[in-house]
C-alpha cells in the first residue's frame, strides 16, 4: 500500500503501517505576515488507499440546491476513472439515512445523466444527526471514506463525525463539500450553485418589472433567499439592473418617517409610476412583530424559524397607502424560492461542482481528513472543517459591493451616521480578535507532500 510520509512533529491519524493526515495541517505560515495558507487541491504522487481497499459513501444533508446531483455524479466518475475505486454507496435520506434507510450503490451508469436533473437522486434531510449511531454504522459497514456534501450545519456535523472517528482511531476519511445556496459559508470565494440560484432569480426579478411597469402605480415584490446573507439579493439586483430597492439582512431598514421606506417607494412611484424591491428572506425580521414568538424556535437543522417578511412587508405597504390616501398603488408579491431551489445548474456551477468533487476525490485518496474542498482566491484548496464553521460569511455594508449596489438602485442607505460607526467599530473588534487567534496558534516544523511554496494558496485576513 502506498503511504504518505510521515511529518516530523506532526500529530497524526494512526492506521496500521501508514498515516492519515489531521486537518490542522492542511493550514500552513498562520504566523506568516503574508497571512494564512490552506494546502492546494489536487493528485498527489503517493496515495494513501489501494482501490481495491476504497469502500466509499455520499450523503447529500440539508435544502435543495443546483449542483447536488452534478457533484454526486463526479465523485462517483473520479473514484471509479481516476483511481479504480469500484465500491461507492449512496446514503438515502440525509444523515439519518446511516442509521435509518436504505443504501443506494453508485456506478457511472447509475448516474451518468443525473447532472441534468435538480434535486439529489441520494434524497436529503434535516437534522437527524446522531454521531454514535452514524459512526457505528460506517464502522459496521467497513466504509473508509466518508463524502458529506450540506451548509455549514451539515459541515459541523461532519466535523463532529470526523472527531468521533479518531477518537475511536478508525482508518477514515472524512471529507466534506461546502453547499449552500446563500453563500454564506465563510473563507471560501463562493459555493455551488449560488451562479444558478442568481440566474434563476433574475428571471422573477424580470416578471415582477413586467408586472409592474404594465400598471399604474404597481410594485413588483420579489422575496428571495438568504437566511443571514443577502448575496442572493445583491447579486441578482445588480445584475438585473431593474430594481429600485434591495433589503438584505445586513442591512437595518425602516418603514414610516423622513428617509424611511414609505417615503422612498412615495417618491418612485411619482417620478417612475412604477417601482420593484427585491427583498431576502432574513431582512426586516427585527421590524415583524410576531418574531417575538418564534425567536428561540428552531428547524431541525438548527436554523431560527423565520417569518415570512415578503407576505409582512407587502400588507404593511398596501395599508399604508391605503391609510394615507395619496395615490391608490397595486402590488405584485413573488416568491421564487423552490422553483429557484430545484433547478439544475448552470454551466458555470456544473464546472465548479466538478472541480469541488475532483479535488474532495484527491485528498481523500492520499489521505487527508477532516476537510472540506473550496475555492480560496480562485484555487482548488482542503480547507480544516473548523475554519469552515467559526463563523457566517455576510455582505459587508462597508465595501466597495453594496456601494456598487446603491449606485445602480439610488436608494437610501437607511443608516445614520451612528449605525456606520457602531458597524465599523465592531469589524475592528473582530479583526483584533483574528489577529490574537492568529498568535497563538503553533506552525508545524514539517508539512509532508508539499515541495514549493507555489503548492500554497494564501487567504488575506482583511485589516
Known sequence: MGCVPKANNINLVVGPGCYMISPQYVVVHKDSPRGTHFRRAGPRQKVYFESD????CIVTCGGLCPGLNTVIREIVYSLYYMYGVKRVLG?????????????????PKGVNDIHKRGGTVLGTSRGGHDTSKIVDSIQDRGINQVYIIGGDGTQKGASVIYEEVRRRGLKVVVAGIPKTIDNDIPVIDRSFGFDTAVEEAQRAINAAHVEAESSENCIGLVKLMGRYSGFIAMYATLASRDVDCCLIPESPFYLEGHGGLFEYIETRLKENGHMVIVIAEGAGQDLLAESIRSATQQDASGNKL???????????????????????????????????????????DNVYCTLLA?????????????????LVNGRQTYIPFYRIIEKQHHVVITDRMWARLLSSTNQPSFMNHK??????????????????????????????????????VKKEIAA
Not at 481497499?53 to 466509499?56: I, L, P, S, T, W
Not at 423565520?306 to 407587502?314: E, I, T
Not at 475532483?358 to 473550496?374: E, F, I, L, N
Request: glycine content about 6%.
Open 53 to 56: 481497499e476504497v469502500y466509499a
Open 91 to 107: 446514503i438515502d435520506g440525509g444523515y439519518r439515512g446511516f442509521y435509518a434507510k436504505n443504501t443506494i450503490a453508485l456506478t
Open 306 to 348: 423565520l417569518q415570512d417578511v415578503g407576505l409582512w412587508l407587502s400588507q404593511k405597504i398596501k395599508d399604508h397607502f391605503a391609510k394615507e390616501k395619496k395615490m391608490p398603488i397595486n402590488l405584485k408579491y413573488i416568491d421564487p424560492t423552490y422553483m429557484i431551489r430545484a433547478v439544475p445548474s448552470n454551466a458555470s
Open 358 to 374: 475532483q479535488s474532495c476525490v484527491h485528498g481523500a485518496m492520499a489521505g487527508y481528513t477532516g476537510y472540506t474542498s473550496g
Open 419 to 456: 449605525d456606520v460607526i457602531e458597524d465599523k467599530k465592531e469589524e475592528e473588534l473582530l479583526t483584533q480578535i483574528v489577529n490574537e487567534d492568529k498568535k497563538e496558534e503553533e506552525l508545524p516544523t514539517k508539512i509532508p507532500d508539499i515541495s514549493t511554496e507555489d503548492n500554497l
